[in-house]
């Protein structure tokens, strides 16, 4: 992923905000090591730190319209440019960017236009008034900010610009702000979004159909790339559906058949998590346990020559995959649960995703979360996601199911039909007990006594919790930066709405897989949970497996 940051409007052109924006800028450099460039128009500043994916030759922003009327700077991918190029045949593109279409459609609802996953800033220097858009689900992070000169601010990262505003908060997915109106409209609208019951009849074929579509389309890259293998289901399918459709891909001309994956087993990366935290900017529990191997695996990957992963989130947002979906009461709870997990990407795997990999200057492309793919799976029925262990349905059933092929099998049966494990759990349970253990040693029973004086927003109620938040405080101090992470109740990385399913569950809130009590094959028992002593490990590190053209690497 690259950099963005925009200052707007600041009614300063000297060399001296210039440079104070520039500075800003290198804060982003991380993820954007390719080329770096700043764009000014009067009071109006574009800065970019670019990862080239696609035409790393002459793809350096901004970006242009003919007359150089409208300026863009862009973080992303489009994966329908070549078709949107055809539509604006009459235009002379100066790159072959998939994002020099931006600058082309500007225009009115263009966005909607938009198949991929996207941050933008576009300036009309005809009238010096401006637009920024953020992808459906927030695949891509962005932050908004105002200064008190009347400025708007726009990064990628909060780093780029929590010293410099008054107030700044995280860009709401599938919405774009216009300084004409001067407020936010949100330009996704699928028919899901309203939490309306579907009731599309359950198609095996066209949910894989749409799911492999999905995946192919981000086989579009001029970069050596590979994908992200827990052993899970999701990141198993992604892989099987790459290896099989690789070969007439334009990236196997370039690069060769032969598809690298990558995984981790971990046992300690505490030394890691103060950057951990510093790079993911937040203090969330469960999504600092995931970003901690993430985030060392991409070191790893990055050495390597690759650039682009593909992986496998959001696919138990979807299909309710979960363990707590096992308590659902009902499909209209299930579905508006499912709902209400999507809507919250953003501020969890998305950003894990997207922070912990351009934290190495390596971009992630997530497949199951493709706008067609999501309006194909989210029309279906919630009654077929249903998790009804008496009839063989276990939590993502309806996405096994369209893969279980007996003649040409894209998986082996022990991996499709695998239990759940959330992978701030899979990476190692010996991982989670260690951050308990380790955490404690530096938060003082004392210390929890005064949580709610000393953290009254969101306040730790664990140990672990605790540590992360004094880590975060350190480098975000602003009262907006803690604002823009989420909290409340949640059991085994519930919403707190689902928290209700079970009474149980209101006594026992950890965001480990193994709250799921009753349900997970490891879950704590009573004596481990009120004890928080170190729970039997079962299947710690993810078992591998070989596909046609797969090489295992770690």
Known sequence: MCGILAVLGCSDDSQAKRVRVLELSRRLKHRGPDWSGLYQHGDCYLAHQRLAIIDPASGDQPLFNEDKSVVVTVNGEIYNHEELRKKLANHKFRT?????????????????????????VLLDTRDNSFIVARDAIGVTSLYIGWGLDGSVWISSELKGLNDDCEHFESFPPGHLYSSKSGGFRRWYNPPWFSEAIPSVPYDPLILRRAFENAVTKRLMTDVPFGVLLSGGLDSSLVASITARYLAGTKAAKHWGAQLHSFCVGLEDGIDAIEDVIYHIETYDVTTIRASTPMFLMSRKI??????????????DEIFGGYLYFHKAPNKDEFHRETCRKIKALHQYDCLRANKATSAWGLEAQVPFLDKEFINVAMSIDPEAKMIKNDEGRIEKW?????????????????????????????????????????????VTDKMMSNASFIFPHNTPTTKEAYYYRMIFERFFPQNS??????????VACSTAKAVEWDAAWKNNLDPSGRAALGVHLSAYDAETHLSNKPSKVIDSIPRMMDFPGVAIQS
């Open 96 to 120: 072959g960017s998939d994002c020099d279409v931006i600058a082309h459609l500007y225009g009115e609802d263009f966005v909607d236009m938009l198949d991929g996953i996207f941050s933008f």
């Open 481 to 490: 930066a803690r604002l823009t992470v989420p909290g409340g109740a949640s």
């Open 302 to 315: 990055k050495s390597l020559g690759v650039k682009m992963v593909i992986s496998g989130e959001g696919s």
């Open 398 to 442: 309806v996405l096994r199911r369209a893969f279980d092929e007996e003649e040409h099998p894209y998986l082996p049966k022990h991996i499709l039909y695998r239990q759940k494990e959330q992978f701030s759990d899979g990476v190692g349970y010996s991982w989670i007990d260690g951050l308990k253990a380790h955490t404690a040693r530096h």
